[in-house]
T-cell receptor, first 118, second 113 residues
């Protein structure tokens, strides 16, 4: 099946700094990618849709100026958490829909990035 | 607004038991439904994908069924093993095929040796 990678797998930063997380589709192109957030013992919540060549669309309640998304190419989307605070500490997971050649309409998820803000 | 609920929230069983995990959704107009497992601190592993036109999918000891009209899906795990211990999540894709997944609340499964 298709593979989605994320980098870094974990990051610890000081409050007020910015952190960039990368999401790559390794063996397929993804014009659309999705970013999810998961707090401890909770399920995944969709944050935003990353669109190659255009602006990202954000779900209700997600601050677009705080979570900057850039879909630089057909295989790379980045999420930057700006001026991070402890409440931003979470598990961030990206996904991309598979092409028909791999598996029709299936979502492929990255391994996640654990962000801890001190 | 679509809401996805999973019952039970947690389950602990002895090895070898057959299990049924339940997933219900409030809006039956879904595009597909996917079951995942998540190990502690890890990402998601896709288990089964059921298209809206399908009623079930099978993979090894896993069988997932879908009843769109009643807004329910079940994941059946046969002959459970300690390695099956994980959190199981179901997710539905909105009818428009937006690929925007709404995740369920999860079932934490522990299979005792």
């Amino acid at each position: 099946g298709a593979v989605v990678s994320q980098h870094p797998s974990w990051v610890i930063c000081k409050s007020g700094t910015s952190v960039k997380i990368e999401c790559r589709s390794l063996d397929f192109q993804a014009t659309t990618m999705f970013w999810y957030r998961q707090f401890p013992k909770q399920s995944l919540m969709l944050m935003a849709t990353s669109n190659e060549g255009s602006k990202a669309t954000y779900e209700q309640g997600v601050e677009k100026d705080k979570f900057l998304i850039n879909h630089a190419s057909l295989t790379l989307s980045t999420l930057t958490v700006t001026s991070a605070h402890p409440e931003d500490s979470s598990f961030y997971i990206c996904s991309a829909p598979g092409l028909a050649g791999f598996s029709y309409n299936e979502q492929f998820f990255g391994p996640g990035t654990r962000l801890t803000v001190l | 607004k679509q809401e996805v609920t999973q019952i039970p929230a947690a389950l602990s069983v002895p090895e070898g038991e057959n299990l049924v995990l339940n997933c219900s959704f409030t809006d039956s107009a879904i595009y597909n439904l996917q079951w995942f497992r998540q190990d502690p601190g890890k990402g998601l592993t896709s288990l089964l994908l059921i298209q809206s036109s399908q009623r079930e999918q099978t993979s090894g000891r896993l069988n997932a069924s879908l009843d769109k009209s009643s807004g329910r899906s079940t994941l059946y795990i046969a002959a459970s093993q300690p390695g099956d211990s994980a959190t199981y999540l179901c997710a539905v894709d909105l009818a428009s095929g937006t690929y925007k997944y709404i995740f369920g609340t999860g079932t934490r499964l522990k299979v005792l040796a």
